[in-house]
């Protein structure tokens, strides 16, 4: 999520969380913002953001990793609150059938 932009850049989904599903939404960030150098992305300490695919991804794309401290989680509210709004409001409460590559956006611009 872009935070001054208040805006999701990159996202994927899948049924299970894993450092692919992320890094997969780390690239599509890079690329929609046209391949920016020196961003700075922070994240919690799960273990798909520590993997070493997923630090390998950040290096290539030259970003700078940001990482709370255990138990810091007010730094991440804004995406706290994105995860609420997607989950209750946004995603249907049976799911979907299948999970498919999306072509579209799922926000405007």
Same mark, same amino acid.
């Given at each position: #999520? ?5 805006? !999701?850049?990159?996202?994927? #989904? @899948?049924?299970? !969380?894993? @450092? ?6 780390? *690239?599509?960030?890079?690329?929609? %913002?046209? &391949?920016?150098?020196?961003? #700075?992305? &922070?994240?919690?300490?799960?273990? &798909?953001?520590?993997? =070493?695919?997923? =630090? *390998?991804?950040?290096?290539?794309? *030259? #970003?700078? *990793? @940001?990482?709370? =401290? ?10 706290? =609150?994105?995860? %609420? @709004? ?24």
């Amino acid at each position: #999520m872009d935070l001054f932009a208040r805006k !999701p850049v990159g996202w994927a #989904m @899948s049924f299970a !969380p894993d @450092s692919e599903l992320t890094a997969k939404a780390l *690239q599509m960030a890079w690329e929609l %913002r046209g &391949h920016p150098k020196q961003v #700075m992305f &922070h994240s919690d300490q799960g273990s &798909h953001y520590t993997s =070493r695919q997923y =630090r *390998q991804a950040l290096w290539r794309y *030259q #970003m700078t *990793q @940001s990482i709370s =401290r255990r138990g810091n989680c007010w730094d991440n509210s804004p995406m706290e =609150r994105f995860f %609420r @709004s997607l989950k209750t409001e946004w995603v249907p409460t049976t799911g979907y059938k299948a999970l498919v590559l999306l072509s579209q956006p799922l926000f405007a611009t």
